[in-house]
């Protein structure tokens, strides 16, 4: 378990890093993209609604233990990039503080409760989009 939710939240750093390191983001037709190494093929996918599921389940996660804990860092850095605006180091250093917390619970979920939140940030999600379009 351990392993595959650090490979869930690998990305996230990664994309983090690059604005750090370069202060761009790949993007696709003005979308703001990432690629995951292990797909075959070149698979893009848009970086705001990834960063809001990976929220999403983090966030479910405190919610089922009475704890109302908001990942605003994460937020604040999917907002930006949704809506194409600058990010600055102040935006970097909250999502980084976010990423330590969420690090921090991956030892206290389990194989069944990890696949549980999962499906209900699919379903939280799929709803989401539906009411939009």
Not at 9 to 22: G, V
Request: proline content about 5%.
């Amino acid at each position: 378990m351990f392993i595959r939710m650090q490979y869930v939240l690998a990305p996230l750093e990664r994309i983090i890093d690059d604005i750090e390191r370069t202060g761009d983001v790949m993007a696709l037709n003005g979308t703001p993209v990432f690629d995951l190494p292990h797909e075959s093929g070149r698979q893009y996918h848009t970086m705001a609604p990834a960063i809001d599921g990976i929220a999403d389940f983090y966030e479910m996660f405190w919610a089922r233990r009475k704890q109302h804990k908001v990942l605003a860092g994460i937020r604040q850095l999917a907002k930006r990039l949704h809506y194409s605006m600058p990010i600055t180091e102040y935006e970097t250093a909250a999502a980084k503080a976010d990423m330590a917390a969420m690090r921090a619970i991956v030892p206290m979920l389990t194989e069944s409760e990890a696949t549980d939140l999962i499906l209900q940030t699919q379903i939280k999600a799929e709803i989401e989009a539906r009411s939009e379009g």
